[in-house]
């Protein structure tokens, strides 16, 4: 290297330490990009550019990568580590791959030739200095030029710079598949090129459309225009008026995207979390990078816990590198200051109810379909409205029918379903929740709304925002319903509805497949578990203990993540959180850890948000608990008769084939912490470890009880129709919940009780009449009743005979 620029690159790295501050993506490339350190690397960056190399240096230092500055020495060969695909920042430049590019690849390539364990690789790096993507009316933005230039270039993007690392690329597999002449090196270096495209495009996405041309464009597709149409033949209207109308509401629903609105929130939202949380915990964001780079449309579906979470998300997927999308909001956040504030930012407002509105529901689908045209990604919460028990709703399946309709009409480019799971140590609005589940009356939002949320700001513990297995929509419809293809009718087609109702569980599904357990709701659910709700510190801790150990060794999935600390760490953790309602206490025997009364029903939402990992376990623990000495056989029968109505509840996703498998494997962990014996393929407790054992199979205490309620009113009352039986239910469960002190607010949530109707007609419970099977009743009623207390059975029968009782007078 020459001295001039050894000097160069000194005084560059002076306003480059002061001014710039850099963001890698990933931020541990060694191990998503599963990099062999012990090989030689080489870094491709798009065009020349000091700068850029010096920015790729600072990040390679800090994260432990080889230095490129620093020579490659293969044997006798000494090669530079970095490369530069074409020239620098020029208005008027050559189209070509620099010339000593391609060479150095040639060299690198036939080193393999005469070295059998070499294998180089090649990773490719873009510097990014800023993520405008421009305007579709606007000029090109050009690479600014000259040492005045890039100054000014550090200073406004100094704060807004991100190196994106790549998926290495194998010299020694493209040796063996392709040869190493020189025509190889052109190839590689023109798949880089396209890579290069490709990752700007992915990290910026679509020019910002011209909003009124978009609208133009929108109103004069035939299907609004027809629609219009049918909205002037109502009595009092007219084209005229109905043409207005239209145009209000695209207006109403259209977002308005400020790439400057987007940087500022930005700012703003890392100081917000930094202040609000101890950290933001991501994982398998790979997925939608690798799919953001293959040109696929995203549509990001999170469960919904809290207004945080349209933030939240937006701001992790920009510091991913990725485009944050337009996001579909209730018309209920669309006043001010906060409405043009979202709108800015890409949320697009959609109303609680299209029904009976055919001109509205027609512009709102030719508006989610011109977004997915033009390749903005988009995001909706699918469940509709917030989760007020920390469990996830049963999808409305507006949206993802909408979708499906926008794919269905031709899309070039393939929809991947990106279920998204966010998961918080402390939620903001828990307490309205409760306050609006004891009957409260929801409070609509507003700007005083807004500054009472701001007034509780404080440290709230870790968010967790973990992205789950992705769908690809094309190939699940190839799969699962081949029709697709073929042109939508006038009526909407079976497999439409079948497909849509599928699909959206199926989400949901993925979304508990990737849940995040956390210190709070981990400990939360082991007190929940208790009578009183409190426990010793010696017991928590192994309970805490036992439940990851068998977590690691029996996994819901391999999406879920678990806590990296130790239990006194975790509950350490807990004690210090504001507001957590754990509470430590020292008497003469010892330590008791307890949660505050006021905190149990607020408790109730964090264990909800993970309950679906518990169940099972929590079922097997039951059913030996209450045995004492029970076969494999037994258990297996018996769990495979109560799975289909727990499936149905807390969308697990573990297939009728996969239940013995993993009952085994439960069986042989609780074996192994030796909370019960195996003897001659007869599971017996183990009295040593009896209250450990009792906290496992707390977990599904609720739910068996809920199950008893419905089956044995319908036994009493086998004529009573589906929606009595749901309300009636409902009105026992409120009962109890009084009576035996259950705090757990979805214990009583009518929407249980009507999963529940649904998956006994699913399961055969009724005949092709809709008369009780009372025999196929009774059966389950028994097999529940032998897993749960005999104070709770005879509450129970007491209400459902009284509610016989009281049928039978009113008759």
Known sequence: MSSFMKLYRKLLNLPLSVLVKSHPIPTDPTIELELNLQQPIIYILPYTSQTDLLILQKNCLALNLPDPLENNQIGE??????????????????????????????????????????????????????????????????????????????????????????????????KENHGSDEAISQKLARVAKIHFAKQRYSATGPRLPDRQAMFNKILQSPIILDAIEEEAKKPKSSLEKAQKEAEK???????????????????????????????????????????????????????????????????????????????????????????????SWGAFFIRRTFKGNRLYST??????????????????????????????????????????????????????????????????????????????????????????????????????????EPIQVNNYLNSHYPDWKSPLDLDRPKWLSEAVE??????????????????????????????????????????????????????????ITLPTETPEELLEHVLTLPRSGVISETDNFGEIIRLDRQSAILMTYYRNNIQHLFVLPSLVASIILHHEAVSKDLIMQSVKHIYPFLKAELFLHLKKEQIREHIEAILAEFTRQNLIKNESEMFLINRHRLRTLQLHSSGIRELLQRYYISLSILLEQPEMSRNDLEKESRSVAQRMSVLHGINAPEFFDKALFTTFSKTLREQGYFDDEGKTILSKVEDTKLLIQGLISVEIQQTIQGVTIKLDEIEKNKR
Not at 249 to 262: F, G, N, Y
Not at 367 to 392: K, W
Not at 445 to 461: D, M, Q
Not at 522 to 529: D, E, P, W, Y
């Open 249 to 343: 509401m695209l207006d109403e629903i259209a977002a308005h995207v400020r790439h400057e609105s987007l940087r500022t929130v930005d700012r703003v939202l890392g100081w917000l979390w930094n202040k609000l949380y101890q950290g933001i915990n991501v994982q398998y964001a790979e997925r939608v990078r690798k799919l953001a780079l293959e040109g696929h449309e995203l549509v990001y579906v999170p469960c919904h816990r809290s207004h945080m979470d349209y933030l939240l998300l937006s701001y992790i997927l920009y510091h991913q590198g990725l485009v944050p999308p337009h996001i579909a909001a209730g018309i209920n956040l669309n006043f001010w200051p906060a409405g043009p504030l979202f709108r």
């Open 363 to 468: 512009i709102f689908r030719e508006y989610l379909a011109e977004l997915f045209y033009r390749g903005y990604s988009v995001e909706y919460f699918i469940e509709g409205g917030r989760s007020r028990t920390g469990r996830l709703l049963e999808p409305k399946t507006g949206m993802m029918s909408m979708t499906i309709q926008a794919l269905q009409r031709g899309l070039t480019r393939p929809i991947s379903i990106v279920p998204v799971y966010i998961g918080y140590e402390h939620v903001l609005e828990v307490d309205t929740y409760a306050k609006e589940l004891r009957g409260a009356a929801k409070e609509k939002e507003n700007a005083g709304l807004v500054l009472r949320v701001i007034k509780k700001l404080r440290n709230l513990g870790q968010g967790f925002v973990n992205f789950g």
């Open 502 to 559: 599928s699909l959206s569980h199926q989400v949901m599904v993925n979304i508990n497949n990737a849940a995040a357990v956390n210190a709070k709701n981990l400990i939360g659910s082991i007190l929940l578990a208790t009578r009183q709700r409190s426990v010793t510190k010696e017991q928590l801790i192994e309970q805490i203990s036992s439940y990851i150990e068998l977590f690691q060794a029996v996994p819901y999935t391999q999406d």
């Open 77 to 174: 060969h000494s090669l530079p580590r970095y490369a530069f695909l074409d020239e620098g920042r020029r208005f008027f430049k050559s189209k070509k791959i620099k010339s000593e590019t391609e060479s150095l690849f040639y060299r690198y390539l036939d080193l393999h030739s005469s070295n059998p364990d070499l294998n180089v690789q090649v990773v490719p790096v873009s510097v990014l200095w800023g993520r405008a993507p421009g305007k579709e009316k606007g000029l090109p933005v050009l690479r600014l030029l000259g040492p005045f230039q890039r100054i000014i270039t550090m200073i406004w993007f100094g704060r807004d710079n991100f190196v994106r690392f790549s998926q290495a690329v194998s010299l020694r597999n493209m």
